[in-house]
Structures are given as C-alpha cells and as structure tokens.
C-alpha cells in the first residue's frame, strides 16, 4: 500500500495534524510524523505522551475505509509495531503489554492511541528511541530502543532513519489487518502471560482493582484473566498496574 507521507518539525499532536491532513486526502492511506509535539495524548485522559526531537518516533498512520467491525484493532497495531522492531532491531526483546504499551526490560518503550473519525482510522505512535527521548523522573519506569539493545547512546536518530520506522509499522499493520493468526503471534509476544498482575477494571482512575493470572486474549481482543477462584474472566477495558510478586 502507497502511503501519502507529511512530516512537520513541531505540532500539537500528530493525531490531530493527521484528522485535518486526511480531510483533503487523495489517498486512502497516510503518515504524518513530527519531530516533536506539545501535546501528544495517552490512551487515558489527562496523560500525556512525552519526546524530543531526534530521539523519539511520533507519528500517526491514517487507513480509509477500515472495517470498523475488525477486532483488536490496538492490539494488531502494537502487534505491528513490535514485529517490524524486531525484525529492524535482531536481538530486541520487544513486548505487548495489553492493551497497547510495547515493553522492553520490563518497562516501557513505546505507547498507541487508536481512533475512528468519519471513514478514517487514525493510530497515533509514540516510541522511544533513545535515552533523551524521556524525563528523569520516568528513568524507572521508562526505556528505549538504544537502551534495550544495550548499546551506547547515539547521537540522534534522523528523519530518514524515522521516516523508515514509520513506513515499515505502517506496512506491517496493513499486512496484519487481513491476517488469521494475529491473535497468537500477540501472545507469543504477550508481556506477564503466566504471571498474576494487578488489573483496574474500566477507568484507571476510578475503576474497581481486581487480580489475576494472565491467560492471554480473546479473539475480540479482551484481556483473559484467571481469578483466586480459578475462573477465567474477560475484560475489555481497564489497566494492567503491575506484576504481583509472592
């Protein structure tokens, strides 16, 4: 699929940039990415995606008329984020941490945030590139690419080099889109299969907390999770807060 490509140094979200370059589209598929923005959004409201330039990968791919009945949509987006990583970077243990967080040594290293908007659907991605992509107050909770490889701190990382990045997610969720076995290949990659986590239900901020072992997902994209009473429970929204140690 051919990608219509716009590239800004500064913006206030590539989402947003991207809802108002697809208004005047020829194409049923764009990119917009940015060297930096002021206010990239979270999944949840009132969080906020943090970057610099050169150090960072923002941008928003937008898709035309995209069933908006297709499942697990997020998750086949951070399921193409991941597998064109790996595939670009060998040797980078990338993982998925429901429902759209792409992990590496446990912390995280890159965000998406999904929507529909007329007949467009739009997936905005933050990555972290390198150290100086992030704050030092988020030091233990945060990483990067150049982190994760164990490799020394570059010296930036170019349009080009960006635009790449951009492109290769971009095509590999195009190529997910239409396939059967997304939902395993997401569970190969699946971060704390096997481990019981602390799980808020709904609204991060106000849902109920709950726990349990992760199982894996539904072929709907809900997380699966096994209850202190060995049933297995679906959930479809809500927020893994971390592993439970015994």
Same mark, same amino acid.
């Given at each position: 699929?051919?990608?219509?490509?716009?590239?800004?140094?500064?913006?206030?979200?590539?989402?947003?940039?991207?809802?108002?370059?697809?208004?005047?589209?020829?194409?049923?598929?764009?990119?917009?990415?940015?060297?930096?923005?002021?206010?990239?959004?979270?999944?949840?409201?009132?969080?906020?995606?943090?970057?610099?330039?050169?150090?960072?990968?923002?941008?928003?791919?937008?898709?035309?008329?995209?069933?908006?009945?297709?499942?697990?949509?997020?998750?086949?987006?951070?399921?193409?984020?991941?597998?064109?990583?790996?595939?670009?970077?060998?040797?980078?243990?990338?993982?998925?941490?429901?429902?759209?967080?792409?992990?590496?040594?446990?912390?995280?290293?890159?965000?998406?945030?999904?929507?529909?908007?007329?007949?467009?659907?739009?997936?905005?991605?933050?990555?972290? %590139?390198?150290?100086?992509?992030?704050?030092?107050?988020?030091?233990?909770?945060?990483?990067?690419?150049?982190? +994760?490889?164990?490799?020394?701190?570059?010296?930036?990382?170019?349009?080009?080099?960006?635009?790449?990045?951009?492109?290769?997610?971009?095509?590999? %969720?195009?190529?997910?889109? +239409?396939?059967?076995?997304?939902?395993?290949?997401?569970?190969?990659?699946?971060?704390?299969?096997?481990?019981?986590?602390?799980?808020?239900?709904?609204?991060?901020?106000?849902?109920?907390?709950?726990?349990?072992?992760?199982?894996?997902?539904?072929?709907?994209?809900?997380? %699966?999770?096994?209850?202190?009473?060995?049933?297995?429970?679906?959930?479809?929204?809500?927020?893994?807060?971390?592993?439970?140690?015994?």
């Amino acid at each position: 699929m051919e990608f219509t490509f716009h590239h800004v140094g500064e913006t206030a979200s590539t989402m947003g940039l991207a809802r108002e370059s697809a208004a005047g589209s020829r194409t049923g598929a764009l990119i917009v990415l940015a060297d930096s923005q002021i206010a990239g959004r979270g999944r949840i409201e009132g969080r906020s995606w943090s970057g610099s330039p050169s150090a960072s990968l923002l941008f928003t791919l937008g898709l035309r008329g995209l069933d908006q009945g297709l499942p697990a949509l997020p998750l086949r987006v951070g399921l193409a984020g991941a597998c064109a990583l790996r595939s670009r970077y060998p040797g980078l243990d990338i993982r998925l941490k429901w429902p759209n967080d792409l992990m590496a040594l446990n912390k995280k290293m890159g965000g998406i945030l999904c929507e529909f908007s007329n007949e467009w659907f739009f997936a905005g991605i933050g990555l972290n %590139l390198s150290r100086a992509a992030y704050p030092d107050q988020l030091a233990c909770k945060a990483t990067s690419i150049d982190e +994760a490889l164990g490799r020394e701190e570059r010296h930036g990382y170019g349009l080009k080099a960006r635009k790449e990045l951009a492109f290769l997610i971009s095509q590999a %969720l195009v190529s997910l889109l +239409a396939d059967e076995t997304w939902k395993e290949d997401y569970e190969k990659l699946m971060w704390a299969v096997g481990e019981e986590v602390a799980f808020t239900v709904g609204h991060p901020l106000l849902g109920q907390s709950e726990g349990g072992i992760i199982l894996g997902v539904a072929n709907s994209g809900a997380l %699966l999770l096994k209850d202190k009473n060995g049933k297995t429970r679906s959930f479809t929204s809500g927020e893994i807060s971390g592993l439970r140690r015994t």
